[in-house]
């Protein structure tokens, strides 16, 4: 079998759940709009800072790599920079093949020049807009939705839910948290998780990253979460040897109710939550059948993409084009939109694309 090349990856369907709008600028579009503003960057030249970024990303601590969005939420403050970094959002992941993608952010870090909640959220819609429909002039399809996500440490959280749920049919189809995990348990906001699900409304919460299986557990069987933002650290309920492995009960729970793991193998590196690519669960994960996704997390500090992240993963494991579609359709099931909507794109689009490749390999 000829491995898939990283061209070829890059043309083929891809599905996206979990990236960070303020973790996916253009370094060039920083430097642009940190100039207008006067805000100071460690870096000035668009290459220079890209690489500041994935360096200072590049720590093994989640909390030092979160401390690199203070530059990127900074030019983040008006309503024609978040309209421009959404729409340069929606078309970079289309040119990356990504046709549909959820990219969450968080609306209370974008208040600083005076822009309302909602204002915040319209100004990102309307990006997504503006950037699907110049991706469609050039023959790129995506279909993108957002996700609200309320800071852990802050006590916003059934303020922001309240906001997802009165965009719900506007563009936003799921609510988040995030931030540092220790010290700050998703059981802390469970009035905004008990409101979400009397309204019938998604949600995710990063768990299971920085933080061990107490966080998943508590995201699961407290809070009630749909998916698993990383969730990388189940692993650690997984035992055994390779063709003998026992899942302890949380892991088996995880696995036998399908809910779905946000993997993010670069970011994961980075913030010590793997040792290595070759060495990230999500080999493991894949082989015991749990509902692992492939996602980028934050594009500008790891330096990454969806392309690439599938592409280290055929270098690592050997993957082909089956497991690339395996992955990507396990992120279409996951998906937070309609299920008719997602079974259309699994079916009209990702298939066809993929039985293409497969019956050329």
């Not at 070759?278 to 059948?289: A, M, T, V, Y």
């Amino acid at each position: 079998m000829v491995a898939p090349s990283y061209a070829e990856i890059v043309n083929a369907p891809k599905a996206l759940l979990h990236d960070h709008l303020d973790g996916g600028l253009r370094p060039a579009t920083i430097v642009e709009l940190a100039a207008e503003i006067g805000h100071e960057l460690p870096e000035t030249d668009p290459d220079a800072l890209g690489r500041w970024f994935t360096a200072a990303a590049d720590s093994g601590s989640l909390e030092r790599y979160l401390e690199t969005f203070g530059h990127t939420v900074a030019v983040m403050q008006t309503r024609d920079s978040l309209r421009r970094v959404a729409a340069e959002c929606a078309l970079d992941l289309a040119l990356d093949g990504v046709v549909y993608a959820e990219v969450r952010y968080a609306p209370e870090q974008h208040l600083e020049n005076g822009l309302t909640l909602a204002e915040v959220v319209e100004a990102v819609l309307e990006g997504f807009a503006a950037g699907t429909a110049q991706a469609a002039e050039l023959g790129r399809t995506i279909r993108i939705g957002c996700l609200l996500t309320a800071m852990r440490h802050a006590a916003r959280s059934m303020e922001i839910a309240e906001l997802a749920v009165a965009y719900r049919d506007a563009g936003v189809v799921g609510f988040d948290i995030a931030g540092a995990e220790a010290g700050y348990p998703p059981t802390r906001h469970l009035d905004a998780f008990e409101y979400l699900q009397r309204e019938n409304f998604h949600f995710t919460i990063h768990a299971g990253e920085a933080f061990g299986l107490p966080s998943i557990w508590q995201a699961i069987q407290w809070c009630g979460a749909d998916r698993l933002g990383h969730g990388v650290r189940i692993v650690d309920d997984i035992t055994g040897e390779p063709g003998s492995r026992r899942l302890g009960r949380l892991a088996a729970y995880v696995r036998d109710k399908r809910i779905p793991l946000e993997l993010c193998p670069s970011s994961n590196v980075q913030t010590g939550a793997a040792a290595s690519i070759g060495e990230h669960p999500i080999g493991l994960l894949r082989d015991l059948r749990f509902r692992a996704t492939v996602n980028t997390d934050n594009r500008l500090m790891s330096g990454t993409s969806m392309s690439r992240e599938m592409s280290l993963l055929v270098d690592a494991f050997g993957y082909g084009w089956p497991e690339l579609q395996w992955f990507t359709i396990n992120a279409m099931k996951s998906a937070f939109i309609p299920f008719d909507e997602r079974l259309a794109i699994i079916n009209d689009v990702i298939k066809p694309a993929y039985a293409k490749l497969i019956g050329t390999a």
